[in-house]
Nanobody, 115 residues
Framework: QVHLVESGGGLVQAGKSLRLSCAASGMIFKFADMGWYRQSPGKQRELVAGLSAGGATNYADSVKGRFTISRDNAKNSVYLDMSSLEPEDTAVYYC?????????WGQGTQVTVSS
């Protein structure tokens, strides 16, 4: 059974940095396409960053140049390094995995950016 567990969220001031981590289990991690999504109140969940099993990345326009997604296949983990954080980045951040034609979600971690 696939499990995704996020960590690293919290309260941070605008302009600061934060790193989110997602630990995966129950799958052959190196074959999974991984991503980070976020959802703020009243808005739809949106893709923040994706990283395929082959190493291709894609980012939402709003985070390009500020956020970096990476993975460590030896640790079954994916990371989201967020810098120059803005109040508009406040949301619940979810780890996502696409693996063998199925999609999995973590429970989410809250990121709050104060101005």
């Amino acid at each position: 059974q696939v499990h995704l567990v996020e960590s690293g969220g919290g309260l941070v001031q605008a302009g600061k940095s934060l790193r989110l981590s997602c630990a995966a289990s129950g799958m052959i991690f190196k074959f999974a396409d991984m991503g980070w999504y976020r959802q703020s109140p009243g808005k739809q969940r949106e893709l923040v960053a994706g990283l395929s099993a082959g190493g291709a990345t894609n980012y939402a326009d709003s985070v390009k140049g500020r956020f970096t997604i990476s993975r460590d296949n030896a640790k079954n983990s994916v990371y989201l390094d967020m810098s120059s954080l803005e109040p508009e980045d406040t949301a619940v951040y979810y780890c996502n995995a696409k693996y063998i034609y199925r999609e999995y979600w973590g429970q989410g971690t809250q990121v709050t950016v104060s101005s």
